[in-house]
C-alpha cells in the first residue's frame, strides 16, 4: 500500500508525521497552550456542530471555488501563515508555495518563515499574503513591509494575538529553540529519527530567512506587548493595499478593527497556541459575523481537520478558511506528494460534503446558528 492511500485523515498524516519527525519537532507543531485544554474544546465544538443533509436535489456540477476580494480562487481553502515550515520537510516553503501557484489560492507567509518572503511570493506567482509580527519596534517592522510591498505583495496580515509568546509546555519540555541549539537530549532526539536528520544534514538547518544579511534580527520569542492601535493606523496609512488582521476573537475589537478601515479579519486563536482557556473560535465567529453584517470579509483558522470542518466554518460565518497542522504533517508524512494527495482530500471532502446537503456552491451553505 503507498502512503498515498493511507492518507485518509488528518490523524493520518499525524501519525505518520509522528514517525519521522523528532520529537522536538513534532510537540512543536502538534503543541497548544497550558494543559491544551482551549484547542481541545474548539475541536468539540466543531466536532458538535451538524449539518443537514437534503435530498432530490440536482447536485451533479457542484463548483467549490470562492472569491475573495474580488479574485477567484481555485479552492476554498488557504495556507495559514507558518513560522520554520522547513522543520515539517526541507523545501516545504517553497511546496506550498507551489500549491498556491498551482491552484490560485492565498498562501499566508510567517515573518518567522524559513524562505525569504521574495522566494516564496514569486513561486507561488503572487499568490502569497504576507504575515507580519510587531517586533517591538514599529520602525523595523514598517521595514518589512516595505520589503513585502516591493516583492509584489497585495496582501499583508497583522497578527495581533501574541503580545507575549503563549507558554507552550511540549515544546518548552523538549528544548525547542529557533535557530536551534543543540544540546544532549535534542542529539538523541535526532540520532532516533535518521530519515529527518540525515534529510536535514543534506539540506541545512532552517532558518529565519528573513532576517539574514543587513536585515534586522527576529527574536521569536521577544515582547510584542508594547504593540496598540496606533499601530495598526500606521499600517493603514503606510499600506494601499489589502490589510487583514488577524487574531480577533472578541465583538467589539472586530468592530474596530472594521471601523479602523482594514479590508478582513481572520478569526483565530492561533491553534490555540497562546491562551489555554480561550472561548471556541468557531464560536466567535458566528459572533462576529452577526456582528459586522455578511458584507464584510470574514475569515477563519484554528482547529480545521477535514473537508466537512471547511464546510462547518463558512456556515458559522466565514467567507474562507486557512488550514495549517494538516498541511505541515502531510508534508512530514511524504513530501509534496503527502501534501498533494491532502489537498485532494479536503477538496473531496468538501465536494462529497456539498453533496449530501443538496448544494452545488459554496455560496449555498446555509448559516448554522
Not at 354 to 363: E, Y
Amino acid at each position: 500500500m503507498s502512503i498515498g492511500n493511507r492518507i485518509q485523515t488528518f490523524e493520518d498524516v499525524r501519525e505518520l508525521a509522528r514517525g519521522y519527525l523528532p520529537w522536538m519537532v513534532f510537540d512543536y507543531i502538534d503543541g497548544a497552550a497550558g494543559e491544551e485544554v482551549g484547542e481541545r474544546l474548539n475541536r468539540e465544538t466543531i466536532r458538535a456542530l451538524r449539518l443537514q443533509p437534503r435530498i432530490l436535489n440536482d447536485v451533479e456540477h457542484r463548483d467549490i471555488r470562492v472569491k475573495i476580494f474580488g479574485q477567484l480562487v481555485g479552492m476554498p481553502f488557504g495556507i495559514c501563515p507558518m513560522g520554520m515550515c522547513n522543520l515539517s520537510r526541507p523545501g516545504a516553503d517553497l511546496m506550498l508555495a507551489r500549491l498556491a501557484a498551482k491552484q490560485g489560492i492565498p498562501h499566508g507567509v510567517s515573518t518567522a518563515a524559513s524562505t525569504s518572503l521574495e522566494r516564496i511570493n514569486e513561486t507561488a506567482e503572487g499568490n502569497a499574503w504576507f504575515q507580519l509580527y510587531f517586533s517591538g519596534n514599529q520602525d523595523a517592522s514598517l521595514e518589512l513591509v516595505k520589503r513585502a510591498e516591493a516583492a509584489g505583495y497585495k496582501t499583508l496580515i497583522l497578527t495581533v494575538d501574541v503580545p507575549e509568546v503563549g507558554h507552550r509546555p511540549r515544546e518548552l519540555r523538549r528544548g525547542f529553540r529557533a535557530p536551534f541549539k543543540i544540546g544532549p537530549s535534542q542529539f538523541a532526539d535526532f540520532t532516533l529519527h535518521p530519515r529527518w536528520s540525515l534529510s536535514t544534514l543534506l539540506n541545512g538547518a532552517p532558518e529565519l530567512a528573513n532576517f539574514k544579511g543587513d536585515h534586522a534580527s527576529f527574536d521569536r520569542h521577544a515582547s510584542r506587548a508594547g504593540a496598540d492601535w496606533s499601530l495598526l493606523d500606521r499600517l493603514r496609512d503606510a499600506w494601499k493595499g489589502n490589510l487583514v488582521v488577524k487574531g480577533v476573537l472578541d465583538v467589539d475589537d472586530a468592530s474596530r478593527v472594521q471601523a479602523a478601515g482594514v479590508d478582513g479579519i481572520i478569526v483565530s486563536s492561533h491553534g490555540g497556541r497562546q491562551l489555554d482557556s480561550v472561548p471556541p473560535p468557531i464560536l466567535a465567529l458566528r459572533e462576529i459575523r452577526d456582528a459586522l453584517g455578511h458584507m464584510y470579509p470574514l475569515f477563519y483558522d484554528s482547529g480545521i481537520r477535514s473537508g466537512e470542518d471547511i464546510v462547518k466554518a463558512y456556515a458559522m460565518g466565514a467567507n474562507y478558511v486557512f488550514v495549517g497542522r494538516a498541511l505541515l504533517f502531510a508534508m512530514a508524512a511524504d513530501g509534496e506528494a503527502g501534501l498533494a494527495r491532502m489537498v485532494e482530500l479536503m477538496e473531496k471532502q468538501v465536494s462529497i460534503t456539498l453533496a449530501q446537503m443538496g448544494l452545488s456552491r459554496m455560496s449555498d451553505i446555509p448559516a448554522l446558528k
